[in-house]
């Protein structure tokens, strides 16, 4: 698949402007995942060599990287979930359907604050690649749906792949299994219509630059580093205008931002957030919403 017709190429200086409630000039969302680490993944499970977490896979049965990685549903959300709090966010639940169904009470937990869900596949351990064939593809998405929904009592309107894992078929497939809006793609600072043969799709790319595994266990950036560059950045997209409304995803992971001596610089990055002007705090569904009855309307 070296080339594809899923959205078009327009340039954000070429695009109408976008607006965000309360002319905000800037749309933040914070997406956390919620995510189990198999020991022992099925044996046609597809996983990246790099999988993130403990100092890659052991042999089984692997207790350091499963350990590394249950500490974020253990410990880290709670952490997590607590500074959000105290800065008045919600934040959008990125579940697979492992965690949705043997943790009630993280689901409980998310559900009392207020959170949106988004699906997340089955495990982290089982990736969407182009080695499942398209009902294959099909029927794990349409099951991890089934499953976060009868966890959670609504229906799934996000959907982030494990890993950012898709293949060729994979927009077309969430489309056709309703799904509104998916957050695998950060090629844009706004989000833009996605054209698929299972119907509409709207993509709101996260920024991965700043995603904690990319910045901190791929890139090994400091944590003073990486609080800076999100100031860096909040900085940037406040001062630029084309297109209107500019927009900046987080995607956060409770096992690694969750440990004691990251907590803090996250509540340092919230804090720095909180008291900018022209920013809206939202939930990724949210952000979606707003964009897509403006761009439907075009």
């Known amino acids: 698949m070296s080339e594809h017709d899923l959205y ?33 993944p099925p044996a046609d499970a597809y996983q990246p060599v790099n999988m993130p977490g403990g100092s890659g896979r052991g042999p089984y049965p692997d207790f350091r990287t499963y350990s590394h990685r249950e500490y974020g549903n253990r410990i880290g959300i709670f952490r997590v979930m607590s500074a959000l709090e105290r800065h008045g966010l919600r934040a959008t639940a990125a579940v697979d359907a492992w965690t949705a169904g043997h943790r009630p009470g993280l689901i409980e937990e998310i559900r009392r604050r207020g959170w949106e869900f988004a699906g997340h596949g089955q495990t982290v351990t089982q990736v969407i690649s182009s080695e499942m064939t398209e009902e294959k593809e099909r029927d794990y998405i349409r099951s991890s749906l089934a499953s976060l929904e009868a966890a959670c009592g609504s229906r799934i309107a996000g959907w982030h792949s494990p890993e950012y894992g898709e293949s060729a078929q994979t927009p077309a497939l969430l489309a056709e299994l309703g799904v509104d809006y998916v957050l ?23 920024a991965v630059d700043l995603d904690d595994v990319c910045a901190h266990w791929y890139r090994r950036l400091s944590m003073a580093r990486w609080r800076q560059s999100i100031a860096d950045a909040l900085d940037q997209l406040l001062g630029e205008d084309e297109a209107g409304g500019r927009m900046l995803v987080l995607n956060l992971h409770p096992w690694l931002i969750g440990q004691p001596y990251r907590a803090t610089y996250l509540e340092e990055v919230l804090a720095d957030l909180r008291k900018r002007p022209g920013v809206w705090c939202a939930t990724a569904g949210e952000i979606a919403a707003c964009a897509a009855s403006q761009l439907d309307a075009r």
């Open 8 to 40: 078009d190429r327009t340039p954000i200086v070429r695009r109408p402007p976008l607006a965000w409630p309360g002319q905000a000039r800037l749309a933040v969302g914070i997406v956390v995942c919620l995510e189990y680490y198999e020991m022992q």
């Open 184 to 206: 695998d793609w950060p090629n844009d600072e706004q989000p833009y219509r996605m054209r698929t043969a299972g119907g509409p799709l709207l993509s709101v790319p996260m």
